[in-house]
């Protein structure tokens, strides 16, 4: 007669109190050996919820799923030239500023114009500007402004612009096959798990080139090797599209471009989607072009003919007298952001303290209980002669 097998519930029962013990004895010596939270369950994580920074572009929050780029990982904006590049990322820093965050900029480009980042919201006496020697240089000036924990957001502009100090040393047309390549690759795994640990988004703008020999698929590629792409959570293909004419008397004058701005990784949301802003020149992202164009897509703004009206009330006829009139009036248009921040489930910014107690003060009124509270008045009898009035 076979011997009886013992069933597998006995045997977790016999030897399970064991094995957690175990367990909790070595992950102890680990916290001890490592520090505290150096390992841990995953659910018992308080910040399970990535938490983001807005990019400064309402178009932009919504394709990137979470409202905004995650804190404590590397993004990669890259397209050809003149693009928008830049002017996507000086948004991200100007948001950032705005929230009260520190900044800074390395430029590798040695291009940064700060009559233009002004234009865009930055607060250039407030921003970290570093102008490296080298592409040593400014990722070790990155890594030590990261390092210490008091960065929000740190850009660099741009990767196929941080030349190594070999390269730099040499002479031109000396051959440094895999120099860049390797340098970003050292740099990825040095910075980031600091990024993480800090939660610092780091911004990597990069340029494109193309494959010599490429007779099929997408020739265009991006300078400094394989690991940026690897690393980043969030790789932004930005592309300029139509020419934007103007209005008025400058109604043959190209004032600026539609932009598309395509989410090819996303680790944090679902990728591939798409935000076609407007790029004035001189002023960069139109905030009320974006917030016009999505608001009458989700009937927040109704459009009727050429008319637009929010409520009851028209804001204008065309597009551009609707986006006048939201400038004109920031009450409305926080108003209007709000509704399609809440409509996408992305955060929304707390209102004013004035105005928070204003609105947590007012009760809701029932206007049936005001129309019997005043049949009721009528039905009193009055004698003003009882009545006493003070001078």
Known sequence: MAKKQKKLPEITKKFGDERKKALDDALKLIEKDFGKGSIMRLGERMDQKVQ????????LDIALGAGGYPKGRIIEIYGPESSGKTTVALHAVAQAQKEGGIVAFIDAEHALDPAYAQALGVNIDELLLSQPDSGEQGLEIAGKLIDSGAIDLVVVDSVAALVPRAEIDGDIGDSHVGLQARMM???????GASINK???????INQLREKVGVMFGNPETTPGGRALKFYASVRLDV???SQIKGTGDQKDENIGKETKIKVVKNKIAPPF???VVEVIYGEGISATGELVKIASDLDIIKKSGAWYSYGDD????????????LKENPAIFDEIDRKVRQHFGLPVAELPEGEAAATATQPEVDEKILEEAADMAQDLPLDLEEIEIEE
């Open 52 to 59: 983001v920074m807005s990019s400064g572009s309402l178009a």
């Open 185 to 191: 690759s050292q740099a990825m795994r040095k910075l």
């Open 198 to 204: 800090t939660k610092t988004v780091a911004i990597f």
């Open 239 to 241: 592309r300029g599209n």
């Open 273 to 275: 989607k798409e935000a």
């Open 314 to 325: 028209k804001i204008g006829q065309g597009s551009e007298n609707a986006k006048k009139f």
